[in-house]
């Protein structure tokens, strides 16, 4: 448990009468390193923004010079530990009560901070003014609301992955996130602050204001306040959400004793607001009358932006605001007031993070020097709180964790690559990469949960042992186990947290978590192990395949693939197999692989492609490192090249399980490159490419990738996609459509999923596919029922 600070916020005539506790290992996070801020003060909320520098643990891999004595042991490569500063915007959200003492504390542990300006925003800037630069020493500078909310916005829509979402109450997924469109603009947003504001966005820096309106959430909490005596505006939603609206409002119905039908106005359409309140002769609840007037406004709100949409010919509309402020009551009723007066032609769409926006955007008007938009940025999962609904029977676990400090949390890590589309994606604008969606499908969400929360042992188990000189480690591991089981928890509850859960998500969750505690690869040590002996039977492997005939060795070094792809230290029904038997070797997952026909079985048509002339670059994203790289992949790029096929090979930038890495892929290839000399002309023709993927991930999002492999895969003029592996194949980019052939392979490590597919263990998905309206081959793409 963290060591907690206790401070007295009881003095100050800007807060609240009360006395918080502050964890600072979760709170703040690494605000001793903080370099420049800003603050968005709203009429309840603050949200305050700063850039501090992270340094973190990273493994990294030296090949030993073989020539000397240094490679006295039979490894290939040395693993050390090596401490590395990346960059990260945090952003925290808390009620205006607790901002002096948030000062005070933020004042006491600011020690490296060059800047002398803070950035800000919001009706509450002025306000506040005297009290920041008193507290802080800094001067304030205030910044335009609107610009900074569309800068925000801007940053969000192209930087987080799942952050607009449709709102459906009804439905078994509540929360229907979108996928990032490659071009944002133009779009529509609709900020409901204490009134309305319609804004058109055209570009980065082009927007206009449009329209709005008086009647707004200062309006709802205004009238509110009068019809109810409730002050406080999350009380007024809540009484909303307990309320009948028809008890208050005249519908149709009431007045024509059923529809209108020529008008084509049915019978439960409201016909006037408060229409009851005139002529029935007794007293309305509270929780009616909320829900009449939440109706009414949102109602209001939702006709302005429709007409809007339409006199500009906009699709897109998001709605922000604290009237939104991720309340499903308002969600819902705006979203019913959009899909009626559209009938459905325009979806509202709501922003996990629209609370951030002026805070994002006052950040980013103080950054423009280091251009922040040239980076990519990635959501941090082990310090972001997520989206947390308000509803009081949806989020037991955050009302318990609010008694404690109600803030809000978001980290965004500036990542090394700047990450683009792959230009192969037939349409970059409905490619979704996961194949499941664990928000919508309960069951397969249950089972995963508690798959991963059964695998923390193991994992807890592997990150100590990867670290056997640092005597502390079991202690960091157990604060692994804590967070990352806190977050299965969460996820439980709040299965929407950050955006769409995900196989994907939940293993990015933990490589996320693990390298918060300084776990950089937990399996460096084991892939140094299988990489090392791998690479003692390649030139036998080889040679095996040479005797055979060109159709034998075509079978052979696909059946190769497959079989190394089953040393997978990730699914817990290999990992359990490899640790009880050491001995485990190639011949043995061989015999593993079920036999043909398989699950999804298109080698016959790849086998009929073979025959055909060869193709002009194949892009292989490979997968885990020792059997599968050395002797499953190899071999099959060693094929391609002798067809006169140049190669490029797209491993992890970072660690993930045993997935080999990009560091480790160039010595390994090196070495093999020694004893081939197939391999060694590749690369010295340069027909073979080693690139990074981008990714740190055992899945892949092809949305996602090294701008540099991009570049790389235009300029081969790429014709095959090769995508290896259950986790970058199956469950992720099944469904990816690529305008050039494509082979997806992978074993399914799974008899869970294996049963669900209808399979078995160790069944073999090998999908060979051909874009639509491809001449002379078969598209042999299938679907998994």
């Not at 963290?2 to 964890?23: N, Y």
């Not at 703040?28 to 709203?42: S, T, W, Y």
């Not at 009560?97 to 800000?120: G, M, P, Q, R, S």
């Amino acid at each position: 448990m963290a060591e907690c600070v206790r401070l007295d916020s009881s003095t100050s005539s800007h807060t609240m009468d009360k006395s918080i506790t502050l964890p600072p290992d979760e709170i703040f996070r690494n605000l001793e390193n903080a370099k420049r801020f800003a603050i968005d003060i709203g009429g309840s909320l603050t949200k305050l923004a700063y850039y501090s520098t992270v340094q973190h643990k990273v493994a990294k891999v030296r090949s030993f010079d073989h020539s000397t004595k240094e490679a006295a042991s039979d490894k290939l490569y040395e693993i050390s530990v090596q401490e590395e500063v990346t960059a990260r915007l945090h952003f925290i959200k808390f009620e205006n009560a607790y901002i002096e003492t948030c000062l005070d504390f933020i004042k006491d542990h600011l020690v490296n901070t060059e800047t002398k300006v803070i950035k800000a925003t919001g009706g509450g800037a002025h306000k506040f003014k005297e009290l920041i630069e008193r507290k802080l020493g800094l001067k304030v500078d205030k910044e335009d609301e609107m610009t900074c909310l569309i800068k925000g916005c801007n940053f969000v829509l192209r930087h987080i992955p799942h952050e607009a979402f449709v709102y459906a109450k009804h439905a078994d997924s509540e929360f229907r996130f979108q996928t990032t469109h490659p071009d944002i603009f133009p779009y529509l947003l609709v900020n409901i602050g204490s009134g309305v504001s319609i804004v058109k966005v055209e570009s980065e820096d082009k927007f206009e204001r449009i329209g709005g309106s008086s009647i707004g959430g200062g309006t709802f909490w205004g009238l509110g306040a009068l019809l109810t005596k409730t002050k406080r505006f999350d009380e007024l939603l809540q009484l909303a959400s307990k309320g009948q609206h028809t008890s208050v409002d005249m519908l149709v119905k009431d007045i024509y004793g059923g529809s209108y039908g020529s008008l084509g106005l049915t019978g439960d359409l409201i016909a006037s607001s408060f229409g009851k309140s005139a002529t029935a002769d007794k007293e309305f609840s509270k929780e009616d009358m909320a829900k009449s007037l939440l109706h009414m406004i949102s109602n209001d709100i939702g006709q302005l932006a429709c007409l809007y949409a339409k006199l500009h010919n906009l699709s897109r509309v998001y709605f922000g605001g604290f009237f939104i402020r991720g309340h499903p009551v308002t969600m819902h009723t705006i979203t019913y007031s959009i899909n009626y007066f559209t009938k459905g032609e325009v979806q509202a769409l709501f922003l996990r993070h629209e609370g951030y926006l002026g805070a994002i955007g006052a950040f980013l008007k103080g950054a423009e020097e280091d251009n922040p938009n040239q980076y990519s940025w990635g959501e941090n999962y082990a310090g972001s709180s997520g989206l947390m609904s308000v509803s009081p029977d949806m989020n037991p676990m955050q009302r318990a964790r609010s008694g404690t400090f109600p803030f809000d949390m978001l980290e965004m890590d500036r990542l090394e690559r700047q990450l683009v589309n792959l230009p192969l994606l037939q349409d970059p604008s409905s490619y979704i990469p996961d194949t499941v969606d664990l928000t919508e499908d309960a069951l397969a969400r249950e089972y995963w949960l508690y798959c991963f929360e059964d695998a923390l042992d193991g994992v807890v188990k592997r990150a100590i042992a990867s670290q056997p000189d640092m005597p502390e480690a079991a202690e960091r591991a157990e604060k692994f186990r804590h967070k990352y089981r806190h977050k299965l928890q969460t996820l439980r509850h709040q299965p929407f947290a950050y955006g769409s859960l995900t196989v994907r998500s939940l293993l990015d969750t933990r490589e996320h978590c693990l390298n918060e505690f300084n776990f950089p690869d937990p399996y460096s040590k084991i892939k140094q192990r299988e990489n090392d002996v791998a690479l003692k039977y390649y030139q036998k492997a080889v040679k095996s395949l040479d005797e055979l005939s060109w159709e034998e060795r075509q079978f052979a070094l696909v059946r190769g693939v497959l079989a190394g792809n089953v040393f997978d230290w990730g699914a817990k029904a290999v990992s359990d197999v490899l640790e009880s038997d050491p001995e485990f070797g190639f011949e043995q997952a061989k015999r593993q692989l079920e036999e043909r026909p398989w699950l999804i079985d298109s080698y016959d048509q790849w086998f009929e492609r073979l025959k055909g002339p060869p193709h002009k670059c194949a892009l292989f994203f490979v997968d885990n490192s020792g059997v599968d790289i050395i002797l499953g992949v190899m071999p099959f790029v060693r094929e391609l090249l002798s067809r006169g096929t140049e190669v490029v090979l797209a491993s992890n930038s970072g660690p993930a399980l045993n997935d080999v890495t990009n560091g480790e892929l160039q010595i390994l290839t090196e070495r093999i490159a020694a004893m081939d000399p197939v391999i060694h002309s590749g690369l010295v023709e340069d027909r073979l490419t080693l690139v990074q993927s981008g990714s740190s991930s055992p899945c892949l999002d092809l949305s996602r990738l090294d701008k540099v492999l991009a570049n790389v895969v235009r300029e081969r003029k790429t014709d095959l996609v090769i995508i290896e592996g259950m986790g970058r194949a199956i469950h992720t980019n099944y469904y990816a459509m690529l305008s050039c052939e494509s082979l997806k392979m992978a074993v399914i490590k799974n008899s869970w999923l294996a049963d669900r597919l209808g399979g078995k263990l160790f069944s073999v998905v090998f999908k060979y596919e051909v874009p639509a309206g491809k001449p002379s081959q078969n598209n042999a793409a299938q679907t998994l029922s």
